[in-house]
């Protein structure tokens, strides 16, 4: 009982702690293809492997993850203004 206990207050804390926060980390471009690489690598070892829905999990993470990339490829300025914007929005806030 005391061990179940300990498991779901550490799941409910992982699960608080991803859905928690709702605004997305900024990320430069070579940090996003570093991700959409890692995930695509961990999505061809699945599939070696022969496992369907962890292949098909990590397959939609890295088309996900690509997509990312190319929109920052895209849209550098965008990216810089936000960063700027939230930059300048801390700082009034520390001062």
Partial sequence: ???????????????????????????????????????????VYELAKGRGPETLILAGGSYYAWQRVKAGKRHPVRHHRQVARRHHRRARHHA
């Fill in 1 to 43: 009982m005391r061990r179940r206990f300990s498991i779901y207050s550490v799941l409910t804390v992982v699960i608080l702690g991803l859905f928690g926060s709702l605004v997305p980390a900024s990320a430069s471009v070579k940090g996003r293809r570093n991700t959409a690489m890692a995930l695509t690598g961990a999505a």
